[in-house]
């Protein structure tokens, strides 16, 4: 396996596209490690990984630690709500304290976009962002990109819709440039007022019809709607939000009869999604937690420079 060339993983927007591929085909092997019976392998013992969310998490922080002790890596959670950032330490000091003490790699979660950049300014050790605003979420961007390479042999001319909260959306922000970096063509539809400006820039395709979206397509990725983030009259109601924007089983039907089914979860069941699609044969939800550790696993064997994965 080779090395990336970036010292850290801030976002997919300035990955090459090399980068992302050997992330994938890393990960593919340490999907295997998480399918065995002992979950354990060497690779990273006496290396030590700190994860610092400064917002709430379930599945990427967990996915993160367990990907450091399935390599045999030592494992550090920081709560800020516990530590000295409640006292006024600044996010620098916070940073050179962790590191001193021999962290080797920083996994942090911030609700300031481009805060994680600052952290790799100040920082000697690789710094991973696992969400940082309504910035990007790279590694969450690469779980979905190998859930659907595993699942459709390729990424490189299918369609994507993308539907939902895009405009406060990190995850979806991480897909566009993973997904159009790497060949696929991509639509994104909510409604107007959640959809970013000039997103077209990005190198996708506008639409506040979410069935003009869903028409088609190979993959249908619903974002959760971030009500945490907005302000009030984005839209009339959360009943209104669903009936014009929810995908239903009527909906995914406009799509290609093998359409994957995708959800970065938490799922708000009812609202963005029926619990008749995310439990349907189409959705790969569950699956995508899965990759995540196997992905999680590929980034850190590639910035710390691992020994054999297996």
């Not at 060497?42 to 990984?49: C, K």
């Not at 590191?99 to 690789?126: K, N, Y």
């Not at 990759?291 to 696993?297: D, W, Y």
């Amino acid at each position: 396996m080779g090395r990336l060339r970036s010292h850290d993983v801030l976002g997919l927007r300035e990955m090459a596209p090399e980068e992302m591929t050997l992330i994938l085909d890393t990960a593919e092997s340490m999907k295997e490690i998480i399918g065995r019976d002992i979950k354990k392998v060497p690779t990273l013992r006496g290396r030590t990984v700190v994860t610092l969310f400064y917002e709430p998490s379930t599945r990427t922080r967990t996915s993160f630690e367990l990907a450091g002790k399935y390599m045999s890596a030592d494992t550090v959670n920081i709560a800020t709500s516990t530590s000295a950032v409640v006292k006024g330490e600044t996010l620098k000091d916070t940073a050179r304290t962790l590191e001193v003490m021999g962290t080797d790699v920083l996994i942090m979660r911030h609700p300031v976009s481009g805060s994680c950049h600052l952290l790799a300014r100040v920082a000697e050790c690789p710094v991973i962002n696992a969400g940082d605003g309504m910035h990007e979420h790279p590694s969450q961007g690469l779980l979905d990109l190998f859930t659907i390479r595993q699942k459709k042999g390729r990424i490189a001319g299918l369609k994507v819709a993308i539907v939902g909260d895009i405009h406060h959306s990190r995850v979806a922000r991480s897909n566009i440039w993973g997904l159009t970096r790497l060949g696929a063509q991509v639509t994104v539809a909510g409604p107007s007022t959640l959809l970013p400006p000039q997103a077209e820039a990005m190198g996708v395709k506008v639409t506040s019809r979410v069935d003009e979206a869903i028409e088609g397509a190979d993959v249908v990725n619903v974002l959760r709607l971030q009500l945490e983030r907005q302000k009030g009259g984005l839209f009339p109601s959360i009943r209104e939000y669903s009936r014009a924007f929810g995908v239903n089983r009527e909906r995914l039907d406009r799509a290609q009869p093998d359409v994957l089914l995708m959800h970065p979860g938490p799922m708000n069941r009812g609202v963005e999604i029926s619990s008749e699609v995310a439990d349907s044969a189409h959705s790969s939800i569950e699956e995508q937690v899965t990759n995540g550790v196997a992905v999680r696993m590929a980034i850190l064997y590639l910035l710390l420079g691992g020994g054999e994965a297996a």
